[in-house]
């Protein structure tokens, strides 16, 4: 039968306030011999204290809130098992948000989650967020008033950020392309204002630039990232001289083999491709596609790690993760 604080009390001849104190380690005029006695009786019991009291106790609610822009992208649903496989190590339970990428909804959300108590927020923010402007977005943030972590979204403010390393992952996309003798190379990336969609355009910029090729705003796509902007975009790149694609998410790529599909030709026999995310479904696909691979369990883990740091200090972690590209069948050297 589980021991209770209030049978402790009575075995130490002490009150049960006084166990209380001693267990969750208050400051209190009590004897280190009380102590000591109180906790060896605790341990030799094997007591193990009611999580929901010692929140309490604590003011803590051991819950971090997870707030996504959409759970159905894999990339997010992969993010989420990492974070909450590493809060559950941690002791933590995870409350994930889906914003369904709309920021009044996403901000109401955030809002509810303070309210109700949470201890900290991981915050992927949405698209439509960043499509508002800069300051809108560093307006929301500063409006944040328990730790949080922005996480894969680069921020210019003095804000606990993990982040992958989009710049890179855009240049090594793009020099690919190119040391197959590509030159014509398009890109589909995300919408004006997200950090990420700015950061991979530049990679491709960087990388044509380095090999004296020139920056063509014709073969220069947005879209959001998902299915339905890469099945509009790759109707637009059809009419231009591109003969290799670079996708800045693996879920835009999927959407233009879809319009191929339904007019039943076959993508990868028209051009070169890469796209970013690097999901389990790039094996499956014939030819297997290159991606720009992002670890998804080491975000999670870090995102996790500056959190636990931010409730505990004042300190400030910016973090930076690399990147790797997968090369596989996708990309052919260019006749």
């Not at 014509?184 to 997200?194: C, P, R």
């Not at 930076?320 to 596989?328: A, Q, Y």
Request: hydrophobic share 40%.
């Amino acid at each position: 039968m589980k021991l209770t604080m209030r049978e402790i009390a009575k075995m130490a001849g002490v009150s049960v306030t006084t166990v209380s104190l001693v267990l969750n380690d208050k400051e209190a005029r009590i004897s280190q011999k009380q102590r000591t006695k109180i906790k060896e009786i605790a341990r030799k019991n094997n007591y193990v204290p009611n999580s929901s009291a010692v929140s309490l106790a604590k003011n803590e609610s051991n819950t971090i809130g997870v707030v996504v822009p959409n759970i159905s992208n894999p990339f997010y649903s992969s993010l989420i098992k990492a974070i909450s496989n590493e809060l559950s190590k941690r002791g933590y339970y995870s409350l994930i948000i889906n914003s369904n990428d709309n920021h009044e909804n996403e901000a109401k959300q955030v809002a509810k989650l303070v309210s109700r108590g949470v201890d900290g927020i991981l915050l992927v923010p949405s698209n439509d967020l960043y499509a508002q402007g800069t300051d809108k977005v560093n307006t929301f943030l500063n409006s944040i008033d328990i730790p949080f972590v922005l996480v894969n979204a680069d921020s210019d403010l003095d804000i606990n950020q993990v982040n992958l390393d989009s710049f890179e992952g855009g240049y090594l996309a793009t020099q690919l392309l190119i040391d197959n003798g590509h030159t014509d190379i398009a890109i589909v990336t995300g919408n004006k204002g997200f950090v990420n969609a700015e950061t991979r355009l530049l990679g491709y910029q960087k990388a044509l630039a380095d090999n004296g090729l020139t920056i063509d705003p014709n073969l220069v796509f947005r879209a959001p990232y998902d299915l339905n902007g890469g099945y509009e975009r790759i109707q637009q790149i059809q009419q231009t001289p591109a003969t290799a694609i670079f996708f800045c998410s693996d879920l835009m790529l999927y959407g233009a083999v879809k319009q191929f599909n339904e007019s039943k030709r076959n993508l990868f026999d028209h051009y070169s491709i890469i796209g970013y995310d690097d999901t389990f479904i790039n094996e499956i696909f014939n030819p297997t596609i290159t991606s720009v691979k992002q670890n998804v369990s080491q975000l999670g883990s870090e995102a996790v790690r500056v959190l636990y740091t931010a409730l505990s200090s004042k300190l400030t972690i910016n973090v930076k993760l690399d990147v790797t590209l997968n090369v596989r069948d996708s990309v052919k050297a260019l006749d």
